[in-house]
């Protein structure tokens, strides 16, 4: 059902747990079947200079989530918006069809995250 | 690496005597049982050889069982046979909330066909009210279809209850025993059951074969036409290996069944029991004490489903969730959401449903397993409160 | 004593290394195919191999077939799952008065439910008509059904112009290939096929299993409702060691054809000529020439079809009979009937099936058998002119 690389963030999923300080988060549930992550940010200059995630979801939710994290880090602010779900689901050679909404999780995320992050600091 | 078999409720392994006997029937005795020789004739007695087992097994004639495809058809054969064939009657079927799509969806089909279907709700353990049914009941209730033991959570409904109302009422009984046979002691007359559905492949027979026991007298029709085999009710070249095969898996119920039970209810207490004491934030799911023997559903809070039985998997254990990740669905298990719980706590259930094959060594590996787990998914969950 | 098969057209033994594979699927790998876990992904994967090795047979693709249990299921589910979900553009089918009983009482059901059915005559060999065909459509009809060789007298139809027609009409065309798969070479896209039934246990297949194949972008509904497997078309749990064992029965169907036909077609028309030149006062049924590889049926005057087979059988040859004698039925086989034999020619019917297991041997046996066997039963005959 899911290829190697999906397994392989699956099983040693990168970048778990929580940033004391992070000073970006984003928490989407995703509506199709209701399962949550939660992506916490370190942005220095412009460049994250950490991330980790949390996640209650699928196989699939899980190596998104993993995946996404090792994406972005150290990539600037603008290039970490480009990444769609698309691309998370692309870097680990594709997702089963009924799984590809468990992409959305991941990517909806991390851009929740940064507009966080964009918010504060406007404040 | 060894593999743990925990997912008895989805299917099972064919009975190595099963398949010697259906090997036989295969490639030796192969004809076809409508033939005028030789070939026909010993397949012919043969198929009615089982038809004996499956009789005795559920306490009915051998007249009164005919084969289907299995569980599936069964259920669309009694839904769909008995609604059609009483329409005169009335329109109204009751049914429960928590039965098997094929009922579920069957229903569906015939509300399409201008009958009402009245849905029973069930309480927190998945159990049915009798006093429900019987308030259910209107002068157009023509059939009471409520399953036996329930799929997901195990829970074991008031099954002669249920039948005694029914016969009071002269309405028709019709009972999805898909889960409970060979799980538990049936007997039609006893329970006051018209019409019941079998599936092979849960009682260590094999798949793509199943029965339905009708009470002798219970109009009902085909659902499905062509030749004359069993009876006309259900047309097609009989399935003689499969027929044969479900035989001797029934002929094996029958005699193991005291055996089955108390060895699956001793493993699935201990089962229960180190899952309680191990792992904290749990939730059993069905009837304590009234469920199926080897069922075991628990919801882990603060994790999903999937993930779970991944990696479960990953260390060689076979089980089963009612989360929606599993399915594809929108929804998680519309069992679980019947009996009330919350779509998150419904997404962290585990069914582990043991077989006459399972050991203590079993049961022993997986609540080693099961904490690390947790742990491990736990630590990773956003929902986690600690 | 030695037993001779000459019923293959009511079913055949399975091959030994279907059997082989099936009883890996029963024991060894059992899991359903529905699973997460790796039970559940073994299954998983050999079912779509099996699609594939049926799809390949046929000349379609892997997606556009569906596994059902048995050749009258895809029958009921062609003609009632098109019906039905085309009954907005009309309500007209076109079939034969040739059909098997799964199509012919699937249409009288349809019948009842508000469809109009036309009946096509064949002419004296059994064959339909491009012709009639074409008159009888009209602006209502959605489906035509012919079947590709007939089961009894083994013609086969003009299928290639039937669909043709079909296609410019704009008409769903389904055809009944039981008798042919195996038998005959079929590509769906060049013979201009939208939806063909095919059964397991007539190719060397188990029994219980069967396929349809729909052309992608057919209308169609399902007649069994459950859960999801077989993409909700046809739900239940996959009969996998069925499904596997007739993906194997159709790779080996595939690799064989060539040799099965030119090997049936040699037995039989040494069997028909043998026949001729050592019986009189004899009929051969069915086209002479376009008819199946392994199809040899003959009406001897004077006789009764259930006395010669139970006569042969003795002498340790099984076949079968249009006769009404041998179905418990009022009329001696429809399909005779409607090529215009007499009730008393149609009574005095043997079919004789080959297969690919028989032999020179079993010919010149048989050849040696039936001329004693009539002898005797013409000289109790009060028809017997001499
Ligand atoms: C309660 C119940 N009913 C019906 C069925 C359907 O049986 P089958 O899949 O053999 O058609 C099942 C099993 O899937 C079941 O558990
Ligand atoms: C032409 C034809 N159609 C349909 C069928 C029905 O197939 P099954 O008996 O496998 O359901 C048969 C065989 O009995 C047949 O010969
Ligand atoms: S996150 Fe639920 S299906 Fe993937
Ligand atoms: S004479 Fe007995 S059935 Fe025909």
Redesign the interface.
Known sequence: ?YTEKV?DH??N?RN??EIENANGVG?VGNA???????IYLDVQDNIIKDVK??????????ATSSMVTELVMGKTLDEALKISNDAVAEALDGLPP??MH?SNLAADALHEAIKDYISKKGK | MERIYFDHSATTPVDKEVAKVMLEYMTEKFGNPSSVHSFGRETRKAVEEARHSVAALLGAAANEIFFTSGGTESDNLALKGIAFANRKKGNHIITTAIEHHAILHACEYLEKQGFTVTYLPVDENAMVSVEDVKNAITDKTILISVMFANNEVGTIQPIKEIGQLAKEKKIYFHTDAVQAVGNCHIDVNELNIDVLSLSGHKIYGPKGIGAIYIRKGVKIESTQHGGSQERKLRPGTENVPGIVGLGKAAELASIELDQRISHLTNLRDKLIKGIQEKISDIKLNGHKEIRLPGNVNISFLYVEGESLLLNLDLKGIAASSGSACTSGSLDPSHVLLAMGLTHEVAHGSLRLSLGRGNTEADINYCLEVLPQILERLRSMSPLNAN
């Open positions: 059902m397994m699956f099983t999923p778990v747990g928490e199709k079947c209701g399962d949550i992550m939660r995630f949390k996640t209650f979801g699928c196989g699939a939710a899980i009924a799984k468990c």
